[in-house]
């Protein structure tokens, strides 16, 4: 199918995908926010939103939260004791591609700045630490464009911890790595699990050229460390009204 | 990490016999070397040495008789002693449900669907064919991955992101295709249904409006994709424009030159 030529002739770049499934080139910018449960991105990707949406910027926000469609399978699949790290981890691609086609992709092509709360890199380190082969899983998430910026909030496993009891959510079963047999006790294999993926997160901060950000500190210092990060991508930029997707 | 490919020897082609010998070879060195008899990925918590039995694949267009050759082979095998479990694609209970709804609605897009149906393999994989295998039971699926990757690349992934996708799928033991000419499938889908399949005539890809030109061309782009893989996964092909009971005795003659060798094998 022919792609329509792009509305806003700012700087472009070709969309990578399975070998060419959409060959053109997209204008907006790509904000990743990376880190573990608790660890604050959430509340910082909407404090940039906030800002952006202010000055006037045409924003767009996602998250990683799975579809309707897959949670009702993951659910089914966990009452059988069917899934198995490989088809939990293509699930989630499959979820996640779904999330693409739909809300990352377009938004980029019509030139907004995409605010995205996790992005591939989550799938890296979750299914890294489940034992799928890291290049595998790579490769499955081969049509995802690169971002612009990615912003990883590191934070030691028990103050992200701490952060998730306040907020009196329940931990989820597969948020706490039960299915890898960590541990008997839910909170103890939450810890484990996390810490598994800390050290993914570690190891891809350096390979996938994160700007690391130490989240301990206050909220105000962070959002201010995020937005002269993102002031630079915003060059030429243009503004006009805002779209807000996904809260 | 670029996916394993394998060349076939010249000449081999033709003469089947040598041809699995070879393919069987191939893998064994691979589990020797590697560890592992799949397309180069683990698969994680699969000792892939504990896997005793058989895999067989039939691939071949709808209406290439697969599901009858299947049905006969299974009969053949289960008289000769074997344990024979029959699969194939779009029969697990963890997405088919989910799978047939995104089909209706026509909703997601290729690379989507291209996932959607990964998680329905490697549900049935894991759940399925390699319990099986692992019982030493001959497994006889009804299409395999190929089908899939040919779907997907027909819808504009590239080969190398699908061989790489079902990396972790297990190399069958043998991988029959039946090759029937699109005139013959044409007819065998007027007798059967009265009228050609929406899917089966690739009307999703908007090539032509016109199913009946719509079915040719998806037919002769699957056929470019299935040539590519017999040249690089050493598919045995059967000639299938021919009565089912023909096809059979072809069948079943590359089955059992596979066991025989098998059987050889554990004697030595």
Redesign the interface.
């Known amino acids: 199918?022919p792609a329509p030529r792009d509305p806003v002739p700012t700087p472009a770049r070709p969309v990578p995908?399975?070998?060419?499934?959409?060959s053109s080139h997209y204008p907006g910018r790509l904000i990743v926010f990376e880190g573990l449960d608790g660890s604050g991105k959430s509340t910082q990707a909407h404090l940039l939103l906030k800002w952006l949406s202010s000055r006037g910027y045409r924003a767009f926000f996602t998250e990683w939260n799975s579809s309707d469609?897959v949670s009702?399978?993951i659910r089914?699949?966990k009452k059988k004791n069917?899934?198995?790290?490989?088809?939990f981890s293509?699930?989630h691609?499959?979820d996640f591609?779904?999330r693409?086609?739909?809300h990352i992709l377009p938004p980029l092509r019509a030139g907004y700045v995409v605010i995205c709360d996790r992005y591939v890199y989550t799938a890296y380190a979750r299914d890294a630490a489940?034992?799928?082969?890291p290049?595998?899983v790579r490769?499955?998430y081969?049509?995802a464009v690169p971002p612009d910026k990615t912003f990883y909030f590191r934070v030691p496993v028990e103050t992200a911890h701490k952060r998730k009891e306040a907020s009196r959510l329940r931990i989820k079963y597969y948020e706490a790595g039960m299915d890898m047999n960590l541990s008997h006790d839910l909170t103890e294999s939450y810890l484990r699990f996390q810490g598994l993926l800390k050290r993914q997160y570690d190891v891809l901060a350096r390979t996938e050229g994160f700007q690391i950000i130490e989240a301990e500190q206050d909220i105000e210092a962070l959002q201010r460390e995020v937005r002269s990060a993102v002031r630079p991508l915003l060059g030429g930029f243009p503004k006009e009204e805002v779209l807000v997707h996904g809260t | 990490?670029a996916p394993r490919k394998e060349e076939t020897p010249s000449g081999a082609k033709k003469r089947d016999g040598r041809l699995f010998a070879w393919h069987r070879r191939e893998s064994r060195n691979k589990v020797e070397k590697l560890g592992f008899n799949n397309y180069g990925?683990?698969?994680?918590?699969i000792a892939p040495e504990s896997l005793r039995g058989h895999l067989i694949v039939i691939e071949g267009a709808d209406g290439s008789g697969r599901t009858t050759e299947c049905a006969m082979l299974k009969e053949y095998l289960e008289v000769q002693g074997h344990a024979v479990l029959e699969t194939g694609l779009r029969r697990s209970?963890?997405?088919s449900e989910?799978i047939d709804?995104?089909k209706q609605g026509h909703v997601?897009?290729?690379?989507?669907m291209?996932?959607?149906y990964?998680?329905d393999f490697?549900?049935q994989l894991?759940?399925k064919i390699v319990p099986a295998l692992a019982a030493g039971s001959i497994v006889l699926s009804d299409r395999y991955i190929f089908t899939l990757m040919a779907r997907?690349v027909v819808?504009?992934?590239?080969?190398?992101?699908?061989q790489?996708?079902y990396?972790?799928a297990i190399r069958p033991d043998m991988t029959i295709l039946l090759e029937t000419r699109p005139e013959i499938l044409l007819h065998r889908a007027f007798g059967r249904y009265g009228s050609l399949d929406y899917w089966e005539s690739g009307m999703d890809l908007?090539i032509s409006r016109d199913r009946f030109e719509s079915f040719f061309r998806y037919q002769s782009l699957l056929k470019t994709e299935f040539d590519w893989m017999t040249k690089t996964y050493g598919f045995v092909k059967v000639n299938a424009n021919r009565t089912p009971m023909e096809v059979h005795r072809d069948v079943r003659s590359s089955v059992q030159r596979l066991l025989e060798g098998a059987r050889l094998e554990t004697f030595r």
Do not use: K, Y
């Open positions: 199918m995908s399975p070998g060419g499934l959409r469609l009702s399978i089914r699949g069917l899934l198995t790290p490989t088809t293509l699930l691609a499959t591609a779904d693409f086609e739909r489940r034992g799928c082969d290049d595998w490769n499955l081969a049509f | 990490m990925t683990r698969l994680p918590g209970n963890l997405v989910q709804q995104a997601l897009g290729a690379t989507t291209a996932l959607f990964a998680v490697a549900d894991e759940n997907a819808r504009g992934a590239s080969r190398q992101w699908a790489h996708l990396g972790f908007g």
